[in-house]
């Protein structure tokens, strides 16, 4: 199973086996990661699912498509260049090791 590590807000990181097709936000949601709200249950809506993935794994996901770019726009925190919506990541093997970190609010 590929693991996923949140950091979250207080700095402190969680290492999860996440189930390979599940989304990175299901994977959160799953587990109980705190600020990862994904109000609108993954249809690509809300943005309260935004994270920042990690450095080295933002040229290995496929970019986003048009709806996930322009929700990015509206994030509550900063948008930077490894934000992404977290219901939009799908998780495969090739992403075991993927870190994302919640940003400070989703609303
Ligand atoms: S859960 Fe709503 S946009 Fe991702």
């Not at 402190?12 to 994977?27: F, L, P």
């Not at 093997?93 to 919640?102: F, I, K, M, Q, S």
Request: some cysteine.
């Amino acid at each position: 199973m590929p693991t996923i590590t949140y950091i979250l807000k207080d700095g402190s990181a969680r290492s999860i086996d996440a189930r390979t097709g599940a989304s990175v936000m299901e994977t959160a949601i799953h587990h109980n990661v705190r600020g990862i709200d994904a109000e609108c249950g993954g249809s690509c809506s809300c943005a309260t699912c935004h994270v920042y993935v990690a450095d080295d794994f933002i040229d290995r996901l496929p970019p986003p498509d048009d709806m996930e770019d322009e929700l990015l726009d509206g994030v509550a925190s900063e948008r930077l260049p490894g934000s992404r919506l977290s219901c939009q990541l799908t998780v495969t093997p090739e992403l075991d090791g993927l870190t994302v970190r919640v940003p400070e609010t989703q609303v």
